[in-house]
């Protein structure tokens, strides 16, 4: 098993669609960027703490590739033009960010990063910082599964059920129904 951190605004919907991965064991809410002591969801929303919401992702590299856990990041999961926000989130813990555990994993995102702005699928700049990881904080409880739990939510149907209907759509090799867990 391997493990990813990204972020990709609200930590609720980037948690539901690696949950809906193909290959993907463990899919947990948290915080990354900042210290340990301020990772608690009151604090990180004054946008001081350096923390970003965040996803720690742990996979099975032979079923699905942290190249295409970065493609599904980049096309479904968020928009990486923007920055410091998104949707209706703003914030610095709301920004794109790909924190790293090892240099191949530092070396790929920023490849592939470098690739999309080439390819102009974006009309603006990709703005996703590559950090490496200093340490990941599970969110609280309420937060883990958000989605699963509250799918009749308001900001849950508007903001979050599009990304899983979009990779259900634009990769069915990879989606399924429930994570396995």
């Known amino acids: 098993m391997q493990t990813a951190v990204l972020a990709g605004g609200c930590f609720w919907g980037v948690e539901a669609v690696f949950e809906h991965v193909r290959g993907v064991r463990k899919v947990i809410s948290g915080y990354a960027g900042g210290d340990r002591s301020t990772a608690h969801y009151e604090t990180i929303g004054s946008g001081l703490t350096g923390h970003a919401e965040s996803v720690q992702i742990t996979f099975d590299p032979a079923v699905v590739t942290y190249g295409e856990l970065l493609r599904i990041f980049f096309s479904v999961a968020h928009d990486p033009t923007q920055l410091n926000r ?16 090892d240099d191949a994993q530092r070396n790929l995102a920023r490849s592939y990063i470098a690739e999309l702005n080439k390819s102009g699928k974006f009309s603006g700049e990709i703005v996703t910082r590559v950090d490496p990881l200093k340490g990941f904080y599970p969110a609280e409880g309420y937060h883990q599964d958000f989605i699963a739990k509250n799918p009749n939510n308001p900001y849950v149907m508007f903001n979050d059920l599009p990304k899983i209907r979009d990779l259900k759509r634009l990769y069915p090799e990879y989606y ?3 994570a396995q867990r």
Do not use: H, K, N, V
């Open 86 to 101: 998104q949707g209706p989130d703003t914030g610095t813990q709301y920004r794109s960010a790909i924190f790293y555990t």
């Open 176 to 178: 399924q129904e429930l």
